[in-house]
């Protein structure tokens, strides 16, 4: 059983900047693909970064070059160090990775850019 935990979320003002972590725990023996979804109001649930347990990013082209996703493998964690932020980067943030083919999700925590 494996579960992720976000946490980092809250509000910011437009420019600012929050950094989120996710902590996985259970009967782990080992995470290569660990990714940051987001949602917003009405909308659907998008990919932001992805990192594997070799340090290969990728990132929506919305956030390039504003966010950065990292990792640290010995703890089971993955960030995500979001800066520049806008108000269009208001949704819910998940952590999401992939346990023996199933997707694994965390319960969120919101992140509100706003003046």
């Known amino acids: 059983q494996v579960q992720l935990v976000e946490s980092g979320g809250g509000l910011v003002q437009p420019g600012g900047s929050l950094r989120l972590s996710c902590a996985a725990s259970?009967?782990?023996?080992?995470?290569?693909?660990m990714a940051w979804y987001r949602q917003a109001p009405g909308k659907q649930r998008e990919m932001v970064a992805s990192?594997?347990?070799?340090?290969?990013?990728n990132y929506a082209d919305s956030v390039k070059g504003r966010f950065t996703i990292s990792r640290d493998n010995a703890k089971n964690t993955a960030y995500l160090e979001m800066n520049s932020l806008k108000a269009e980067d208001t949704a819910v943030y998940y952590c999401?990775?992939?346990?023996?083919?199933?997707?694994?999700w965390g319960q969120g925590t919101q992140v509100t850019v706003s003046s």
């Open positions: 999401n990775t992939i346990i023996v083919g199933s997707n694994v």
């Open positions: 990192i594997t347990s070799a340090g290969t990013a």
């Open positions: 259970g009967s782990i023996f080992s995470i290569n693909f």
